[in-house]
Structures are given as C-alpha cells and as structure tokens.
C-alpha cells in the first residue's frame, strides 16, 4: 500500500472519530501554548534584566578592588585603591569610568538610615545614569537618588538631607547635600539606598583623591593588565546570580510541562487503545487484503502522530495572537514583584525564539508519535483470521 494511501486512511479515521479527535487535538494544543508562552516569559524575563543591569550597572565588565565584596558592605572601606595607570588612557577617552563607594548614614525624618555614597564622572557615557544633571547644578553637593530611594525615605527632587560618612581617617564628617534629580530604573542595585554624587566631589570629601573601587569598561573594550590590586570580571561572572536564578525557575516549570503534557499523551494513548480494540475486524480484514502488519501499525501510529500535527495547527490559531500580544505589549507586574532582587520594570515582555518554537514542537510530536506506537505494536500478534471474527489474542 503506498504511503500517500496510509495517510489518506489516517486522516479518515480521524475525521470519523469526531468529538475524539478534537479533544485530543484541543488537549495537545494547550500543551503547545503553556510551554511555549511560560518559556517565552522566562527568556523575556531574562533578556529584559540583562539589558536593564548592563546598562545602568554593569557596562562592558568591570575591575575590583580585590578587597571588594559587593555582599558584604563592611569590605568598603578597605577595598579603595590607586586607579591604575594602566586604565588612565581608556578613563581619559570615556571607555572607562571609576566608581568609588563610601558608607554613609542619613536622617529621613529623624531616623537614621544606612546608604552607600557612589561616586561617579558626571560626563562618564558608560552607564545611563543622568550624572551629567549634577554638573549643571548650582548646588555645593548635588546628588541623584532613584524612585524607590526616594519612596523608602520620603525624599522628593529639590529637598535637602543631611549625609554622614568617614572620611580616608576614620574621622566622621557630614555635610548637606540638594536632591537635584530622581530618576527611574528597573535596577535595584543602583537605587535602593543609594546616593549618587561627582565623583571629583566625594574624592575631595573623603580625602580619597584618585581612588576607587571599582572601574567600569564601555562595551567592546579589551581587558588589560591592571596590576594584581584590581580583578577584572567580565559580563560572565556579573550576570551568573541572575541567569542561575532564570534557569533555576525554568528547571522548576518543567515539572508543570511534564504534567500537562503527560495529561496530553495519556488522553492519545487511551484513545490508540480503544480505537484498535474497536476496529479489530476493520484490522483483520485490512491484512487480508493484503497490508502488512507494519503497514497497519504505520496506519496507528500515524493517527497519533497527525494528532500532533492538528494540535500544532490548532495551537497557532489562538497562540500566536496570544503570544504575539504579550510580546508587544507586555505583561503587566505588580508592585510588590519589583522588590524580587531582579530587574523587572513595569511591564515584562516574553520573548519567543524559532529554537523555543522548533524545539517545542519537535518534542510534542515525537512524545505523540511513540505513545501512539506503543499499543499499535500489539497489532503484530494479532492473527487476520481472529480479528475478522472480532477477537483479539
């Protein structure tokens, strides 16, 4: 029998198995959707996090202090050295940018809260942080803060603040400083108690004139030797806490694929198994027209297969508007999703790959097309002359 023939049967046999079939079908192409929409979140997730951070905080990679612990807030202190001579020409050309941190206390509202003072060029380009409002101040000591720094402590543009700090000696100092800008980021790291200033400005209050503690490189730029005082740490190792986190919940969503599509697959073969005991006689008298045992269970398992097909099919008719309007217009996120440590803005955008898609589908139709052999094997004990009389061995 020719292969164009099996198929045509198949497709019969499907169309006749009516309400069936569609409810396979339907089963199978919410599968599709769910694990293809949730993957796109997560991808979306992290794609968007990761443009959001090298952005505002990580630029093109960055040199330590080698003291520096950026989980441990008691290493600032000690971890300031000498910008190296070696990064001076890529400073001076803007590929560069130094960054020091200086532990500070301010009094929001009486009560005394700890920040961290960041110092950085207010014509530095590297990162999107408006540095460049502070130059044009009037004010002795103008600083950004962010839009969550300024709702934790009540701190509107234009109100003033007492800061405190230590200067290079261990002595204590503090000044005044004018809010001259709030701006918005998805980055909580370089918002939540935070206050950034000209680094020129906090290198003469401290006392810590060409020092540093960091030094961020622009995109593209080739690490170079800077002395066994710095480390140098490439987008690999910034990003790890975050893509680890991505893949640590993707890895989790994938007891809910297994689930769904185990549902899926259990409703097709539960469905083979039935139809070959329905249409044993319709087997028996198949073969004794002549089609070969693997013919018939070609015939089946092509069945489950097209199943497949039709859910892919099916699935495309309501998932890629779906999937496309999410993709567009993003997803909404609560409030309380922005204090997860992760950079989410206000709205998240999925993101859907041709591998996502290809992938997906490729593994629904091959779990399709192996359910649906498994009991099509038993028709390779089964006799024609048995099946015509409706038995089955």
Request: hydrophobic share 45%; glycine share 10%.
């Amino acid at each position: 029998m020719q292969p164009l023939l099996i198929f045509k049967l198949a497709v019969r046999n499907l169309i006749g198995a009516g309400l069936r079939t569609w409810l396979n079908v339907g089963a199978l192409s919410f599968v599709f959707v769910t694990i293809i929409g949730t993957q796109g979140i997560y991808n979306g997730l992290n794609e968007q996090a990761t443009h959001a951070m090298i952005a505002m905080e990580l630029g093109g990679g960055q040199y330590w202090h080698r003291n520096l612990d950026p989980f441990d807030p008691l290493t600032f202190e000690s971890a300031r050295g000498e910008i190296p001579s070696a990064l001076q020409p890529l400073i001076e050309s803007g590929k560069a940018a130094p960054l020091l941190i200086v532990p500070g206390v301010i009094f929001p509202g009486g009560q005394m809260q700890t920040v961290q003072l960041k110092g950085l060029p207010v014509n530095q380009k590297i990162l999107k942080l408006p540095m460049q409002s502070l130059a044009n101040s009037d004010a002795d000591f103008p600083v950004l803060i962010g839009s969550r720094m300024a709702s934790a402590t009540g701190l509107r543009q234009g109100d003033r603040i007492m800061v405190r700090w230590r200067d290079v000696h261990g002595t204590y100092d503090a000044r005044e400083v004018f809010v001259q800008t709030v701006f918005k980021t998805s980055v909580g790291t370089v918002d939540e108690q935070q206050l950034w200033m000209p680094l020129k400005k906090l290198q003469q209050l401290t006392g810590l004139e060409n020092k540093a503690g960091k030094i961020i490189l622009a995109a593209n730029i080739a690490p170079v030797d800077a002395g066994e005082e710095w480390i140098f740490h490439d987008l690999d190792y910034l990003l790890k806490d975050l893509r680890e986190m991505v893949k640590t919940k993707s890895v989790s969503a994938m007891f809910m694929y297994i689930l769904l599509l185990s549902l899926a697959l259990l409703a097709i073969f539960d469905t083979q198994v039935l139809s070959i005991f329905k249409r044993r006689k319709e087997i028996g008298m198949l073969m004794a027209l002549g089609m070969t045992r693997g013919q018939v269970i070609q015939l089946f398992t092509l069945e489950g297969a097209i199943h497949g097909m039709l859910a892919a099919g099916f699935g495309a008719l309501y998932g890629i508007p779906l999937l496309g309007y999410l993709a567009t217009h993003g997803w909404a996120l609560p409030e309380y999703t922005r204090g997860y440590g992760m950079a989410l803005g206000e709205r998240l955008y999925p993101s859907y790959g041709p591998v996502l898609v290809a992938g997906t589908t490729v593994l629904v139709l091959a779990a399709v097309t192996i359910v649906s052999f498994l009991p099509a094997r038993k028709i390779a004990d089964m006799k024609p002359t048995e099946t015509l009389r409706g038995k089955v061995q």
